[in-house]
Every structure is written in structure tokens, then in C-alpha cells.
């Protein structure tokens, strides 16, 4: 069974950063594509960020790419979004979820605000 636990979220400041995780368990982490989504309030889900489980290689939104991060540690089945330059549009709900720009599976989720 699938299940992924993040974590890492708060309040920051605008132009702030933040890193978040999110530890995986119950499918084989190494040659799975992991992706992170978001929900502000009030919106859909929206597609933030992917990393492919063979070669690392990272995809991102255009509304973050430049800004935010993915990584992933295989040693300890954790998915990581370093997120520098917050802005208060980044102010939602951060989820990671298994697989390729999906959005389930996912976890619980992780707020992040933005705020001054």
C-alpha cells in the first residue's frame, strides 16, 4: 500500500524559503517517478514539480521553475522541494504524490503560507 507522509511546511516570509519532504513507503521508491502538487484555497490542484526514478531528471511548472527544487534521496525513500523566492502565490496546500505530473496517490499534504 501506498503511503507518503510530507512535511516541512509554515508560515515564511515572502522571498523566504522553505524545504519540504516527504517519506515514502510501500512501493519500490528508487524506480518510481515522484511528483509534488499543490492546492491554493479555493483552486484545483495544480501540478508543481516531477523527478523520473532512473535518471533524476526534473520537471517543473512555469510558474516555479527557477525558484523551486525537487530532489530525492533513494537511501531513505524521501522526496525533497527546496522552494526559495516564495511568493504569496505559493500559498497553498503541498502534496507529493507517485508517479509521473499525476496527482494520486498522494499524502495528506503540508501547508505552506506566504505572508508578511
Known amino acids: 500500500q501506498v503511503h507518503l507522509m510530507e512535511s516541512g511546511g509554515g508560515l515564511v516570509q515572502p522571498g523566504g524559503s522553505l524545504t519540504l519532504s516527504c517519506a515514502a513507503s510501500g512501493f519500490t521508491f528508487t524506480y518510481s517517478a515522484l511528483s509534488w502538487v499543490r492546492q491554493a484555497p479555493g483552486r484545483g490542484l495544480e501540478w508543481v514539480s516531477s523527478?523520473?526514478?532512473?535518471?533524476?531528471?526534473?520537471y517543473y511548472a512555469d510558474s516555479v521553475r527557477g525558484r523551486f527544487t525537487i530532489s530525492r534521496d533513494n537511501a531513505k525513500n524521501t522526496l525533497y522541494l527546496q522552494m526559495n523566492s516564495l511568493k504569496s502565490e505559493d500559498t497553498a496546500q503541498y502534496y507529493c504524490?507517485?508517479?509521473?505530473?499525476?496527482?494520486?496517490?498522494r499524502g495528506q499534504g503540508t501547508q505552506v503560507t506566504v505572508s508578511s
Open positions: 523527478i523520473t526514478g532512473d535518471t533524476h531528471a526534473a
Open positions: 504524490a507517485k508517479g509521473f505530473k499525476t496527482m494520486s496517490p
